[in-house]
């Protein structure tokens, strides 16, 4: 039996999720926990800073969480494979630096857990931007003008572009404002998402990565 320990870096991104994965993941094949961080937070260079831990951000944690799964996964024994998946948005990172940075940090733990790296590209709405029917679906009056001028993982302020797709005022929003408008979407597109036919090449990398995972023996 295998465990999953998903690392996310909001609650927008944990209810995605959450609605995701019982559709990709059989039930008697594997269990899971999705665990949502308050924000990205930026990788650490020499030690995690009293207000990263704090505030929770996922990167300024992520040496510290890697290495607790690797030893609580090997204490496990062969009971239980452990897994985690770090599903964080690229931003304007470059993918194969920002990739090697994190793997460097894997490589660093003193009992490596087995770990998966997937990214969003540019933002977590590239993942329901991948599925213009699902957005269709959940906003019926969506300004297909905008949404058709969107082109697959391109960095381009991707969460304004949904945005605007759907009608949300983006002006003078504070950030718990914007907060809570992904969630919305995450909440309103993702059951509509058709995992097969969703065109976001990092979408697509995502579920290949968790096929992967459940066909180890």
Not at 119 to 143: H, M, R, V
């Amino acid at each position: 039996m295998i465990h999953i320990d998903f690392l996310v870096e909001d609650n927008s991104g944990k209810v995605m999720l959450e609605n995701l994965l019982p559709r990709i993941i059989p039930s008697d094949r594997a269990t899971y926990k999705i665990n949502p961080y308050k924000g990205i937070g930026r990788l650490p260079s020499k030690k995690t800073s009293a207000k990263a831990i704090k505030h929770r951000q996922l990167l300024d944690l992520l040496p510290k969480l890697l290495n607790g799964f690797g030893h609580t996964y090997n204490g496990w024994g062969n009971a239980l494979r452990g897994h985690v998946v770090v599903v964080c948005d690229l931003d304007d990172n470059n993918l194969l630096e920002f990739k090697q940075q994190l793997e460097s940090i894997l490589e660093d733990c003193y009992i490596k857990p087995n770990t998966s790296f997937c990214f969003a590209i540019e933002e977590g709405e590239a993942w329901f931007l991948g599925d213009k029917d699902a957005i269709k679906s959940a906003y019926p009056n969506a300004n297909l003008g905008i949404l058709n001028t969107y082109e697959q993982d391109s960095i381009c302020g991707t969460w304004e572009k949904l945005a605007d797709v759907v009608g949300f005022e983006q002006d003078h929003k504070e950030f718990h404002e914007i907060g809570a408008a992904k969630k919305e979407w995450a909440e309103t597109i993702t059951p509509f998402i058709n995992l097969e036919k969703n065109q976001s090449p990092s979408f697509q990398y995502f579920v290949s990565t968790l096929n992967e995972i459940l066909s180890i023996k």
